[in-house]
Nanobody
Framework: QVQLVESGGGLVQPGGSLRLSCAASGLTFIHYAMAWFRQTPGKEREFVSAVSWSGGTTYYSDSVKGRFGVSRDNGMSTVYLQMSSLTPDDTAVYYC??????????????????????WGQGTQVTVSP
């Protein structure tokens, strides 16, 4: 049984930082590209970031580029999202997702939520004074 378990969310002040983690089990982690999405009530799930199986290729949405960093530890089967310079617009439930994908230099469908095979339950991030 595949499980993706996010952690690290919480309440943070504007300008602050958080690091999210997503621990995977039940799958061969290095066979999967990993991604982070976020969602607010009434809106569709929004792509945030993706990382190839080796960690060598990363992608970011324009809204987080330069502020967020994605990484993975294949030995620990965990993907991370380091978030800094947070604003209230970053408030959302953050989800990690896994897609079986062996190419290391490109993730062409990275922004399509329905391309991913597995999803975590999400972790709430609230940015507020």
């Amino acid at each position: 049984q595949v499980q993706l378990v996010e952690s690290g969310g919480g309440l943070v002040q504007p300008g602050g930082s958080l690091r999210l983690s997503c621990a995977a089990s039940g799958l061969t982690f290095i066979h999967y590209a990993m991604a982070w999405f976020r969602q607010t009530p009434g809106k569709e799930r929004e792509f945030v970031s993706a990382v190839s199986w080796s960690g060598g290729t990363t992608y970011y949405s324009d809204s987080v580029k330069g502020r967020f960093g994605v990484s993975r530890d294949n030995g620990m089967s965990t993907v991370y999202l380091q978030m800094s310079s947070l604003t209230p617009d970053d408030t959302a439930v953050y989800y990690c997702a896994a897609a079986k994908h062996f190419k290391d230099f490109d993730i062409p469908n990275r922004e399509q939520a329905d391309w991913y095979d597995y999803w975590g339950q999400g972790t709430q991030v609230t940015v507020s004074p």
